[in-house]
Every structure is written in C-alpha cells, then in structure tokens.
C-alpha cells in the first residue's frame, strides 16, 4: 500500500483497530453530532428515527469523494463503518465496464456473493444476465453492476437504514467516476437509496426519474422475479424501456 493511500484509510478508520495512549479527549474536544435526514422508514417501511452524522462521519464521506478507483476498493474491503462488516467473507465493490452505458443497482450481496466477492452471481445474478441479453447488453460491456450495501446482510435481510447510510458514500462515489449514461435501480431499497424517498415499485416504474442529472429507472429485483413469475411480463416491458433510452428514442412510444 503506498504512503498516500495508506493516509487515507487511517484518516477514515478502516486500518486495523488500535487503542490510544493516554487520556481519551474530553466530550468539548468532540465534534457534536449533525442531525441529517434519511427519510420516515427504513427500507422494511419500519420507522428508524432520525439520524445522527457526527463531524467525523462527514470527514469519511469527503474522504470516500476524493477516492479513486484503487483507494475505493481498498476502502471498501477494510471498512468497519457498521455492524456488515461483522460476519462477511469479503466486501463486494461491483463489477463491469468502468465507462457504462447502465449501471444497474442491486441491494446487497447474498451468500454466493459474500464467497465470492462479485455481485449477482447466484440464480438472481444469472436471471440478471438474460435480462441484459434479451436487450443486447452483457455483464462487463457497456454494463456496471453495484449494490447499495458492499456486505451480505444477516440470512440476506434487507438492509437497515442505518446500513445503507453508512455504505451509500462508496455508491455515490461510483457514481462519480462511472458517469453512466442511465441507471437502473433493481428492487426497492436501491431505488429509495438512490431516490432518498419512499418508493413503491408498481408505482415508480416506467417513470423517468433522475440522479444529479443521470436518467433513473426503477425495476423489479431478479430475486424478486424468481418468486413472483408473473412480474416478469412488467419487468420486460421495463427492460425495452431501456433500450429504447439508450438508443436515444422517445420514452413515451409504445412498448415493444
């Protein structure tokens, strides 16, 4: 690890713990916290409460906004910054072409993805790469795929608002090297990431929405779709959208 990159991660606390010597620094040293909003829910619909970003929380999110690609991904796999990190294999970044077209947004690794550090490699990483067949797209071609937490969640539950807070830095600063022309969030913790609101799917598909001026559609999660069959005619209907973005033509036509 080189000088500059190593300034970084202890900047943001992601080197191996280690216990201060001496006095601990009286509570008026301290930054005091910052109350920012997340929203009313959580991504179960549960009411999480308000919360709270201390200064040096703040400082992370700068950090993580200054990093390139290898600092990110090193920043990533040593971050501590909730309670994931606990019980995961390894961080999973994403994987694709690092000049996309898409970016698709998952919403957290699972069990084969935790093994193996990549994202959508189970049964619903292989219904993903049908979906971008059918429309003429391939995983790594014009393609990046991410999720909004980088570790499994316990028995892949959705992941807490509090988690996605703490993760969502990294996503927004792939964001910012990536630049993809459209972005897709997959399911409903990834788009009210994205979109920082509530969101019903049935709802909000088919709609244009935005990301700091990135065309945003929202779409079914291919897990989703392994259970619930008869959503995949919608999620078809969503894909041609796609594809009639990317060729430039005019969302409101028909669907193919």
Sequence with gaps: MN??????????????????RGPAPSAGD??????IETGPTDARGVDAGPAMATGEEMDRAALIARMDWQQLRDGVSGCRACRLCERRKQAVLGVGDLEPQVL?????????????GEPFVGQAGKLLDAMLGSIGLARG???????TVKCRPPENR???????????????????????KLMVALGRPAAQALLDTEVKIGAARGREFAYDGIPLLVTYHPAYLLR??????????????IRRLLAG????????
């Design 228 to 241: 619930n069959l008869p959503d995949k005619a919608r999620a078809w209907e969503d894909l041609c959208l």
């Design 30 to 35: 301290a930054d005091p916290p910052r109350r």
């Design 104 to 116: 698709f947004v998952g919403e957290g690794p699972g069990a084969e993805e935790d093994e193996r």
């Design 249 to 256: 033509d005019d969302p409101a036509t028909g669907a193919d």
């Design 141 to 147: 071609k014009g393609v990046y795929i991410a999720n």
């Design 3 to 20: 000088p500059r990159r190593g300034a970084i991660l202890r900047e943001m606390g992601l080197t191996p713990v280690w216990r201060r």
């Design 158 to 180: 959705t992941p807490q608002a509090d988690e996605m807070a703490a993760c969502f830095p990294f996503l927004r600063r792939q964001i910012a090297l990536l630049r993809p």
